[in-house]
């Protein structure tokens, strides 16, 4: 009898100090996916703070109006033109805050002065861009985009009231670096300001009424513009 009332009593004994274990790990079962969920929550959280998260396509269309200096390697001559351009880009966010696009532009330049000058540029190639802010409402943002870039330009100068037609064609690589800020109204519609330069270098051709030989010129041009846009923020694309 006294031998079965000790073993109760240590039976009892074992069952109070394995309780509160049994309930420690009752409590982190229960507790660890619930947390590990939160955690996801607040990760996923922070993901869509921002509009320009992963997988979201962006596409628009912008202006720029830059100005131009243009120097010769044959003379280290300097001309300045402004110019204007309209631009079309499309891409997607491949990472938060991080995207990357096509893009096709087409500059107008035009100078004045003792040569006049008019000239047609296509710059098409590859942009990567990096929104620096979380924030809903927009971003600062640089891109980069280097590419192919051809001109075409027609340049006439007056000698002794005679005019001299020229004209000049060539392709080249070009730099564009620019440094904005993105509004988004209404997480879909985003309009854009921006600064930025061009660094051309350029194969070019050339063809004068007086001369009739070609000559080649290697040109290196540098611009500097000011840019603004309207784009769209799509969670799939177009098609």
Do not use: H
Not at 74 to 96: A, P, R, V, W
Not at 117 to 139: A, D, M, Q, T
Not at 213 to 225: D, L, P
Request: overall charge negative.
């Amino acid at each position: 009898m006294g031998n079965s009332k000790g073993y109760d009593k240590g039976k009892v004994r074992l069952y109070l100090t394995s309780q509160p274990l049994w309930i420690i790990l009752l409590l982190i079962i229960c507790v660890a996916p619930a947390g590990f969920v939160y955690g996801q929550d607040s990760s996923s959280q922070d993901s869509i703070t921002t509009p320009f998260r992963k997988g979201r396509w962006l596409s628009g269309l912008s202006g720029s109006l830059s100005s131009n200096t243009l120097k010769l390697s044959s003379n280290d001559e300097l001309f300045s033109s402004n110019s204007y351009g309209l631009e079309i880009f499309t891409g997607i966010f491949f990472k938060d805050r991080w995207f990357s696009g096509v893009n096709i532009l087409v500059l107008n330049t035009s100078g004045a002065g003792l040569v006049e000058r008019e000239s047609e540029s296509l710059i098409i190639g590859p942009s990567v861009g990096y929104y620096f802010l979380k924030e809903s409402y927009g971003s600062l943002y640089a891109r980069v985009l280097p590419g192919y870039i051809r001109i075409r330009e027609e340049s006439f100068l007056e000698v002794d009231d005679q005019n001299f037609r020229q004209l000049a064609e060539g392709p080249g690589f070009v730099t564009r670096i620019r440094l904005g800020y993105s509004y988004v109204i209404s997480r879909q519609i985003v309009l854009d300001v921006g600064v930025g330069t061009n660094f051309a270098w350029l194969d070019v051709s050339y063809q004068s009424d007086t001369l009739e030989v070609e000559r080649r010129e290697f040109v290196f041009s540098n611009a500097t513009f000011f840019s603004f846009g309207f784009n769209v923020l799509l969670d799939e694309f177009f098609f």
